[in-house]
Structure formats: structure tokens, C-alpha cells
């Protein structure tokens, strides 16, 4: 997870008083901010700095946070998006997240919940990011996934695409439980009977190539899923 200072945030609120004093705390809780005062003079910032984390009021004059909020995901699709508003509508929590928004909190809001929120979203992307990763330590194998190659200390075994996609997702949750309609829905793209089946003779195929490594279990977990589970022994001396 990023450290505080690591986090320029671009904050956009138009109220003379609560901007100065939001940007005061939050570069004294070590969150480096930089305030505009519309959603015009926000993308003009962001399109000229190095931001990233934005907190946007709804409600501001020249560009409302909405508008914002869109034009700044044509450019940055993955940066935190926080919505502040005094209205607590439905419709407008709704369009937040329809438009990119991460997270959503109303005004009159807590400091400390406002950085329980920042710190919240941080976590999630920093988890999505690293279940992005290519290449997998499970046991004493590695799997490289763009390779599409599970390296033993004897052999390189070669994955077929299929295989390689199972194997990442299972990578992706190791120690948890991969559902079954989940698995078929992320690698195959559809929940049938043929997928079923297919995924099971996939299966087998990837227990064959892990007993490798007697530590590495592929476990089934009746009528639910898979589970990578990798045991850690103790060595003894």
C-alpha cells in the first residue's frame, strides 16, 4: 500500500471556507493536496499535474463533479475517484458510480471517516493491482502466466491457454476458494454443462503438473469450488 505522502490528491470544492480548511487537514494528516475551486480550473490541474487520488464535490459552478468525474476518466481510468455532496439522493449516489466514481460521502461528513474512506479505496486498488501480477511463486514452482510455462527445479512443464488462465485465477485467490461459476465465467466466459466438464479435465491436468511440489494441493471443495492451498511445513534441523 502507497505510504500518505505518496498521495497527491487533486481536491475540487467551491465553498470559500470548507476547501482551505479540507486541504489544510488533509495535508496535515500527510496527504499532499492541491485545491481547485470548480470542476473547470480541477481538469485544467489534473491535466497538467501529477495527481493521483481526487476528491470532487457534486454541486459546483462552471463544471459539476459528475462532468468531471467523466472527462477525467477518458484520460485516467484507474485513478480513486471520491465524491463529496450535500444531498443524500439515491439517484445522485447511483450516477456517481455510473460515471467512475469509487466512493461516495455525504456532507456534513467526520475528517476521520473521510481518511478511513481515502485509505479504504487505496487498499482495494493496491489488492486489484497486485492480483494483476504475471508471475506466480506456489510452493518451490513458479508459474509465469505470459509464458504460459509452471518451472519446476527439474522441468518446464507448458500450459496450454486454457490451463494458464485457471491457473492465474487460481494464483490470483491462492488459500481461498475459487467458486465454480466464477472459474467458468472468467476463463470459458459462460456457466454450462460443457464448460463444466471441460473445466474438470482442466483440473486434473493442473494436479498432475503441481504434485511437483507435494506441498501444492488443488483441492476440490464439494459443490463449491476450487481451492489452491499451499502448505507451509516446517523445516526441521
Same mark, same amino acid.
Given at each position: 500500500?502507497?505510504?500518505? !505522502? ?18 489544510? @487537514? +488533509? !495535508? ?12 473547470? &480550473?480541477? +481538469? ?23 462532468? =468531471? ?11 480513486? *475517484? ?6 443524500? +439522493? ?22 476521520? &471517516? ?17 492480483? &494483476? ?10 508459474? $509465469? @502466466?505470459?509464458?504460459? +510455462? ?6 518446464? *512443464?507448458r500450459l496450454t ?40 479435465? @482442466? ?9 511437483? $511440489?507435494? $506441498? ?7 459443490g463449491t469450488g476450487?481451492? =489452491?492451498? *499451499? ?7
Amino acid at each position: 500500500m502507497k505510504t500518505q !505522502n505518496e498521495i497527491k490528491i487533486l481536491l475540487a470544492e467551491d465553498d470559500l471556507n470548507f476547501g482551505p480548511f479540507l486541504q489544510s @487537514y +488533509l !495535508n496535515v494528516k500527510g496527504y499532499p493536496c492541491f485545491l481547485a475551486c470548480n470542476g473547470e &480550473e480541477a +481538469l485544467d490541474a489534473f491535466s497538467t499535474g501529477e495527481y493521483n487520488f481526487c476528491i470532487t464535490d457534486v454541486m459546483m459552478p462552471v463544471k459539476d463533479g459528475f462532468t =468531471l468525474a467523466k472527462q477525467i476518466r477518458t484520460r485516467n481510468q484507474s485513478i480513486p *475517484i471520491l465524491f463529496t455532496t450535500a444531498r443524500n +439522493l439515491e439517484e445522485d449516489r447511483l450516477k456517481g458510480f455510473q460515471v467512475g466514481g469509487d466512493d461516495y460521502i455525504t456532507k456534513p461528513f467526520s475528517m476521520e &471517516e473521510l481518511i478511513c474512506r481515502i485509505q479504504a479505496i487505496i487498499r482495494r486498488i493496491d489488492t486489484a493491482k497486485q492480483r &494483476e501480477q504475471l508471475v506466480f511463486p506456489i510452493g518451490q514452482l513458479t508459474f $509465469d @502466466y505470459t509464458m504460459q +510455462l509452471i518451472m519446476t527445479p527439474n522441468q518446464q *512443464i507448458r500450459l496450454t491457454p486454457k490451463e494458464s488462465d485457471l491457473l492465474r485465477l487460481l494464483c490470483q485467490y491462492q488459500n481461498e476458494v475459487v467458486y465454480r461459476s466464477s472459474a467458468l465465467t472468467k476463463v470459458w466466459g459462460s456457466d454450462n454443462v460443457y464448460t463444466t466438464r471441460s473445466m474438470d479435465v @482442466y483440473m486434473t491436468k493442473l494436479r498432475k503438473f503441481l504434485r511437483e $511440489d507435494p $506441498d501444492i494441493q488443488l483441492q476440490n471443495i464439494h459443490g463449491t469450488g476450487f481451492r =489452491l492451498f *499451499i502448505q507451509n511445513r516446517k523445516k526441521s534441523y
